[in-house]
């Protein structure tokens, strides 16, 4: 046994451990959305490149959080690109049609 009281225990880890900052949450939301929404024909795209912008400022601000940034940078990243390509997809086949959909 320590001597430590459990509370007295609790607030040692929570000070050895350090607390994210609220850009790098930020982050992680947005890559997280962002890739969520990438499957809807590219409507992630602006809130991944958010997410990507967030997560690259986080890293240059506080190095000390460097993993939890870089994934979300990655994960946005990652949603950039599906939203790219799915809105690519999406306009390759609906604009062909588009004259004759406005036509009537």
């Known amino acids: ?6 509370q007295e225990a609790r607030s ?3 000070r050895a451990r350090p607390r994210l900052s609220d850009l790098t949450v930020v982050s ?6 962002g890739l969520a929404l990438a499957m809807v024909s590219g409507v992630g795209l602006p809130v991944a490149a958010a997410g990507v912008a967030c997560g690259a400022v986080a890293m240059r601000r506080r190095p000390a ?22 809105l690519i997809i ?3 086949v609906w604009l062909p049609e588009l004259p004759r959909l406005l036509a009537g």
């Open 65 to 86: 959080e460097r993993p939890w940034p870089l994934i979300a940078v990655v994960v946005a990243s990652l949603g950039v690109v599906i939203a790219a390509i799915l």
């Open 1 to 6: 046994m320590t001597g430590r009281s459990p």
């Open 90 to 92: 999406a306009a390759t």
């Open 28 to 33: 992680l939301i947005l890559a997280a959305l």
């Open 12 to 14: 040692s880890e929570e």
